[in-house]
Nanobody, 121 residues
Framework: QVQLEESGGGSVQAGGSLTLSCVASEYVPYMGWFRQAPGKEREGVAAMAHSPNTKYADSAEGRFTISRDIGKNTRFLPMNNLIPEDTGVYYC??????????????????WGQGTQVTVSS
C-alpha cells in the first residue's frame, strides 16, 4: 500500500504563493494534485508522469507548476498568484492509470490525507 504525505498548506492573501509537497513511500509512475472546495466535488488540478509529461486544469495553467524530485519520490506544486477560488483541501494522489488528460479521481488509487489552502481577498 503506497503511503502519501502532503505538506505546505496554509492561509495567504490573494496574489500570494504557497508550495505543496507530497512524499510517496515508494515509486509510482503517475502523481496528481486535486482540490475540494466546501460543497463541491473533488477536481483535478495537475498531474505528472515519470517522464516530464504534465497536464493542468485550465484554472491552474500559468499559475501552478507541478515538479518532482525523483530520487526522493517527492512531488511539488508551487502555486502563484493565488485567488480566493483556489481555496479548498488539496490532495496528493498516485496511481498507474492516468491517461494524460486533466486528472480525474478514478484514475488514481492512493491518496494523501489532504492539506488546507485558504486564500483571502
Amino acid at each position: 500500500q503506497v503511503q502519501l504525505e502532503e505538506s505546505g498548506g496554509g492561509s495567504v492573501q490573494a496574489g500570494g504563493s504557497l508550495t505543496l509537497s507530497c512524499v510517496a513511500s515508494e515509486y509510482v509512475p503517475y502523481m496528481g494534485w486535486f482540490r475540494q472546495a466546501p460543497g463541491k466535488e473533488r477536481e483535478g488540478v495537475a498531474a505528472m508522469a515519470h517522464s516530464p509529461n504534465t497536464k493542468y486544469a485550465d484554472s491552474a495553467e500559468g499559475r501552478f507548476t507541478i515538479s518532482r524530485d525523483i530520487g526522493k519520490n517527492t512531488r511539488f506544486l508551487p502555486m502563484n498568484n493565488l485567488i480566493p477560488e483556489d481555496t479548498g483541501v488539496y490532495y496528493c494522489a498516485a496511481g498507474r492509470m492516468w491517461t494524460s488528460g486533466i486528472p480525474t479521481p478514478r484514475e488514481f488509487d492512493y491518496w494523501g490525507q489532504g492539506t488546507q489552502v485558504t486564500v483571502s481577498s
